[in-house]
Protein backbone atom coordinates (compact mmCIF):
# COMPACT_ATOMS: atom_id res chain seq x y z
CA UNK A 1 0.00 0.00 0.00
CA UNK A 2 1.29 3.54 -1.00
CA UNK A 3 0.44 6.95 -0.96
CA UNK A 4 2.14 8.15 -3.53
CA UNK A 5 0.90 9.45 -6.87
CA UNK A 6 2.35 7.87 -10.23
CA UNK A 7 2.35 9.58 -13.72
CA UNK A 8 -0.35 7.61 -15.83
CA UNK A 9 0.71 6.03 -18.48
CA UNK A 10 0.86 8.35 -21.90
CA UNK A 11 1.39 6.29 -25.26
CA UNK A 12 4.43 7.62 -27.01
CA UNK A 13 6.15 8.70 -23.26
CA UNK A 14 7.76 5.27 -21.63
CA UNK A 15 8.80 5.87 -18.45
CA UNK A 16 10.33 4.04 -15.97
CA UNK A 17 8.41 2.64 -12.93
CA UNK A 18 9.53 2.28 -9.98
CA UNK A 19 7.38 1.01 -7.22
CA UNK A 20 8.73 2.83 -3.58
CA UNK A 21 6.58 1.37 -0.79
CA UNK A 22 6.20 3.52 2.52
CA UNK A 23 6.60 0.12 4.56
CA UNK A 24 9.04 0.45 6.66
CA UNK A 25 10.22 -1.51 9.76
CA UNK A 26 12.98 -0.56 12.76
CA UNK A 27 14.47 -2.83 15.49
CA UNK A 28 13.77 -1.82 19.05
CA UNK A 29 15.33 -3.20 22.25
CA UNK A 30 12.38 -4.33 24.36
CA UNK A 31 11.88 -2.86 27.46
CA UNK A 32 11.47 -5.95 29.20
CA UNK A 33 12.89 -9.53 29.73
CA UNK A 34 11.25 -11.59 26.75
CA UNK A 35 11.73 -15.16 25.23
CA UNK A 36 14.98 -15.38 23.25
CA UNK A 37 12.94 -16.35 20.04
CA UNK A 38 10.61 -12.99 19.97
CA UNK A 39 11.58 -10.56 18.46
CA UNK A 40 10.37 -6.49 19.01
CA UNK A 41 9.91 -3.90 15.80
CA UNK A 42 8.94 -0.23 15.09
CA UNK A 43 7.16 -0.30 12.00
CA UNK A 44 4.60 2.33 9.66
CA UNK A 45 0.97 2.09 11.04
CA UNK A 46 -0.55 1.15 7.84
CA UNK A 47 1.59 -2.55 7.95
CA UNK A 48 -0.98 -5.31 8.63
CA UNK A 49 0.30 -8.54 10.26
CA UNK A 50 0.87 -10.74 7.09
CA UNK A 51 2.73 -7.49 5.41
CA UNK A 52 5.12 -7.32 8.56
CA UNK A 53 5.51 -11.49 8.14
CA UNK A 54 5.89 -11.21 3.97
CA UNK A 55 8.25 -7.95 4.81
CA UNK A 56 10.49 -10.14 7.01
CA UNK A 57 10.59 -13.50 5.36
CA UNK A 58 11.26 -12.15 1.83
CA UNK A 59 13.65 -9.24 2.57
CA UNK A 60 15.32 -10.31 4.82
CA UNK A 61 15.14 -14.27 4.98
CA UNK A 62 13.89 -14.49 8.35
CA UNK A 63 11.68 -17.24 9.06
CA UNK A 64 8.25 -16.15 10.92
CA UNK A 65 5.98 -18.09 13.03
CA UNK A 66 3.31 -15.86 14.23
CA UNK A 67 3.38 -11.63 14.44
CA UNK A 68 1.13 -9.61 16.99
CA UNK A 69 1.15 -6.29 16.96
CA UNK A 70 -0.48 -3.16 19.04
CA UNK A 71 -0.74 0.08 18.87
CA UNK A 72 1.38 2.59 21.65
CA UNK A 73 -0.90 5.80 22.18
CA UNK A 74 1.14 8.68 21.91
CA UNK A 75 2.47 11.04 24.90
CA UNK A 76 0.51 14.28 25.85
CA UNK A 77 2.88 17.19 26.21
CA UNK A 78 2.71 20.74 27.47
CA UNK A 79 4.45 22.89 25.85
CA UNK A 80 6.36 25.05 28.06
CA UNK A 81 6.84 28.10 26.20
CA UNK A 82 3.07 28.62 24.76
CA UNK A 83 1.19 26.64 27.05
CA UNK A 84 -0.71 24.33 24.40
CA UNK A 85 -1.11 20.65 24.55
CA UNK A 86 1.14 18.78 21.50
CA UNK A 87 -0.09 14.87 21.19
CA UNK A 88 3.25 12.96 19.80
CA UNK A 89 2.08 10.48 16.97
CA UNK A 90 0.16 6.97 17.61
CA UNK A 91 3.20 3.72 17.21
CA UNK A 92 2.30 0.10 16.23
CA UNK A 93 4.81 -2.33 17.74
CA UNK A 94 5.38 -5.95 16.26
CA UNK A 95 6.47 -8.94 18.10
CA UNK A 96 7.84 -11.38 15.30
CA UNK A 97 8.01 -15.04 17.32
CA UNK A 98 10.44 -17.14 15.59
CA UNK A 99 11.10 -20.78 15.42
CA UNK A 100 12.13 -22.24 18.82
CA UNK A 101 15.75 -23.63 17.82
CA UNK A 102 16.24 -19.65 16.68
CA UNK A 103 17.54 -17.05 19.18
CA UNK A 104 17.86 -13.47 18.80
CA UNK A 105 20.25 -11.03 21.41
CA UNK A 106 19.72 -7.47 21.26
CA UNK A 107 23.36 -6.21 20.33
CA UNK A 108 25.35 -4.15 22.84
CA UNK A 109 25.68 -1.19 21.18
CA UNK A 110 27.29 1.01 24.38
CA UNK A 111 29.80 -0.88 26.71
CA UNK A 112 30.28 -0.13 29.84
CA UNK A 113 33.71 1.00 30.19
CA UNK A 114 35.67 3.19 32.50
CA UNK A 115 38.43 4.20 31.29
CA UNK A 116 41.04 5.48 33.86
CA UNK A 117 42.30 9.28 33.22
CA UNK A 118 46.14 9.95 33.38
CA UNK A 119 46.30 11.77 36.77
CA UNK A 120 48.94 13.79 35.56
CA UNK A 121 47.05 15.08 32.67
CA UNK A 122 44.54 15.74 34.86
CA UNK A 123 46.33 17.98 37.00
CA UNK A 124 48.51 19.67 33.97
CA UNK A 125 44.91 20.70 32.55
CA UNK A 126 43.87 22.13 35.63
CA UNK A 127 46.45 24.36 36.12
CA UNK A 128 46.63 25.61 32.52
CA UNK A 129 43.10 26.23 33.11
CA UNK A 130 43.98 28.24 35.74
CA UNK A 131 46.78 30.31 34.39
CA UNK A 132 43.77 30.88 31.26
CA UNK A 133 41.47 32.09 33.95
CA UNK A 134 44.15 34.09 35.58
CA UNK A 135 45.81 35.92 32.76
CA UNK A 136 42.34 37.09 31.42
CA UNK A 137 40.84 38.32 34.64
CA UNK A 138 39.61 41.86 34.61
CA UNK A 139 40.05 43.58 37.74
CA UNK A 140 36.46 44.48 39.82
CA UNK A 141 35.09 42.08 37.36
CA UNK A 142 33.91 38.34 38.02
CA UNK A 143 34.88 35.43 36.38
CA UNK A 144 31.69 34.31 34.92
CA UNK A 145 31.01 37.79 33.21
CA UNK A 146 33.73 37.04 30.59
CA UNK A 147 33.12 34.11 29.76
Not at 81 to 92: A, F, H, N, T, Y
Given at each position: MSTRFYPLYQRGNPQLRIFLPNFWIKLIAPEEKQLPNIVQFHCSMQMTKHDIKNYLEKI???????????????????????????????????????????????????????????KDTLKSAKKEMQSYIESNKAPGVPTWFKF
Open positions: YNVNVIHVRTRIVMGEFIKDKLQGSIIKEDDRKIAYVILPKDQSFVFPSLFKDVKEEID
